[in-house]
T-cell receptor, first 114, second 114 residues
Framework: DAGVIQSPRHEVTEMGQEVTLRCKPI?????LFWYRQTMMRGLELLIY????????DSGMPEDRFSAKMPNASFSTLKIQPSEPRDSAVYFC????????????FGEGSRLTVL | GENVEQHPSTLSVQEGDSAVIKCTYS??????FPWYKQELGKRPQLIID?????GEKKDQRIAVTLNKTAKHFSLHITETQPEDSAVYFC?????????????FGTGTQLKVEL
């Protein structure tokens, strides 16, 4: 398996623009998580899905952030409008029910908002 | 919700020495405690985990101990090597019973000096 695949790897955009980050989980994994990593706040859970259904979005910072999972092999995290404080590395991770509990992370998407 | 505190934030050791990183958690329902290693510019990867039904687990040079009563757990790395230099994150979760969120500590930057 290719692992969790994220795109883009790097994104530089200007304040006010819409940003869409994409994630393909490992085939057969029924949990998908979006994390944000910054120096100040570490790894923060934004939202997670189980069987494509959002279970907990309490970590989503504000209404500018939204996430979808239209099918088992694809998820998006959208920021509209983006702000400089959204600059961070966004990780997608997946795991399988009944497994050891290990989260498999993607390579991350580094977002810079100017 | 769960709160995980991690200390120290930075740790510098000489090659061959031992390193210890400590974490505390707040939710007594948490039963799964993994440790992730993140090399510079890379994704976090699981190195060892422990469940609440055991007090200690070892894997070659790394070990984790858990004290459920005190709600703390620790990572021990012996005979440190330069390739151990990375950021280490502890985490806590209550697998099963509806709990699937992995809450991370703020990370420890370990530097192994020659």
């Amino acid at each position: 398996d290719a692992g969790v695949i994220q795109s883009p790897r790097h994104e530089v955009t200007e304040m006010g623009q819409e940003v869409t980050l994409r994630c393909k989980p490992i085939s057969g994994h029924d949990y998908l998580f979006w994390y944000r990593q910054t120096m100040m706040r570490g790894l923060e859970l934004l939202i997670y899905f189980n069987n494509n259904v959002p279970i907990d979005d309490s970590g989503m910072p504000e209404d500018r952030f939204s996430a979808k999972m239209p099918n088992a092999s694809f998820s998006t995290l959208k920021i509209q409008p983006s702000e400089p404080r959204d600059s961070a590395v966004y990780f997608c991770a997946s795991r399988k029910t009944g497994s050891t509990g290990e989260l498999f992370f993607g390579e991350g998407s580094r977002l810079t908002v100017l | 919700g769960e709160n995980v505190e991690q200390h120290p934030s930075t740790l510098s050791v000489q090659e061959g020495d031992s390193a210890v990183i400590k974490c505390t958690y707040s939710d007594s329902a948490s039963n799964y405690f993994p440790w992730y290693k993140q090399e510079l510019g890379k994704r976090p990867q699981l190195i060892i985990d422990i469940r609440s039904n055991v007090g200690e687990k070892k894997d070659q040079r790394i070990a984790v101990t858990l004290n459920k009563t005190a709600k703390h757990f620790s990572l021990h790395i012996t005979e440190t090597q330069p390739e151990d230099s990375a950021v280490y994150f502890c985490a806590a979760s209550s697998l099963g019973g509806g709990g699937n969120k992995l809450t991370f500590g703020t990370g420890t930057q370990l530097k192994v000096e020659l």
